[in-house]
């Protein structure tokens, strides 16, 4: 696991040798000697030096914390990581170097990520294949370019529509949602949605829609389809 805040996610009272080398004392991996020597090691994959083993997680930037983060997840090679909110309280010039650094490793390490985030250009920049929630629902899931090309639900539309566009001449109208949003507790009957969606019929008020395949590899809960 990865976690949104590099800084609570990391105790305060370890050094950073001690706080990599816990997964392995816990998973019974090496001896002493060895797990130092992974520590090491690890610091240097993730861009840092051996030397900042001594050192504690309030001598480092927010950008070094995340990447001991990383690190720390790594440390007993898992075939995959939950990234939640990874790069979201990180600086943006700061975002780009961690991301870069996570597509490297996914390559080194033959990884799968499942990350999570509200940033919608961070998603398409390192995603292959997307998932879109709403109220704690799956209501859209493809592959990241054809979610970004041809959003089939209407809340990924208007998702979609809100992401700025770093170009003058390109002209966007967004999906303006209205109303209030459900309480995630007591979700309305029917489509989670429909309290909130411009094409809401009657059956969206009752029936709750299935997640099932409109185009080949695209799934979607919608009664549109």
């Known amino acids: 696991m990865v976690f949104q805040d590099p800084f609570a996610s990391l105790n305060p009272r370890h050094t950073v040798e001690k706080i990599l080398e816990e997964p392995l004392i816990v998973h019974g991996i090496g001896t002493k000697k060895e ?4 520590v090491q090691e690890m610091l240097e994959v993730v861009g840092l030096s051996s030397y900042h083993a001594k050192r504690y997680p309030h001598q480092f930037s927010g950008g070094q914390r995340q990447r ?3 690190a720390r997840a790594l440390m007993t090679r898992p075939k995959l ?11 943006v010039s700061i975002q780009s170097q961690v991301l870069n650094l996570l597509e ?4 080194e390490f033959q990884l799968t990520y499942i ?6 250009g961070v998603v398409r920049h390192i995603s292959d294949r997307v998932g879109v929630m709403y109220l704690g629902r799956l209501v859209e899931i493809t592959e990241a370019d054809k ?7 209407p809340y990924t539309r208007a998702l979609l529509s809100a992401v700025p566009i770093p170009d003058p001449d390109v002209k966007r109208v967004q999906e303006l949602l209205t109303g209030d949003i459900p309480s995630p507790e007591n ?7 429909h309290t909130r969606c411009k094409e809401c019929m009657d059956i969206c008020k009752t029936d709750r ?8 590899g695209h799934f979607a809960a919608c009664h549109l389809y």
């Open 209 to 216: 829609p299935v997640l099932k395949e409109i185009e080949p």
């Open 187 to 193: 979700p309305p009957q029917g489509c989670a949605f």
């Open 147 to 153: 979610l970004y090309e041809n959003p089939l639900h």
């Open 68 to 70: 001991i983060g990383i």
């Open 115 to 120: 990350f999570i985030a509200h940033d919608l």
């Open 35 to 38: 797990r130092k020597q992974m």
């Open 81 to 91: 990581i939950i990234a939640d909110e990874p790069v979201s309280a990180l600086d």
């Open 104 to 107: 490297d490793l996914q390559k």
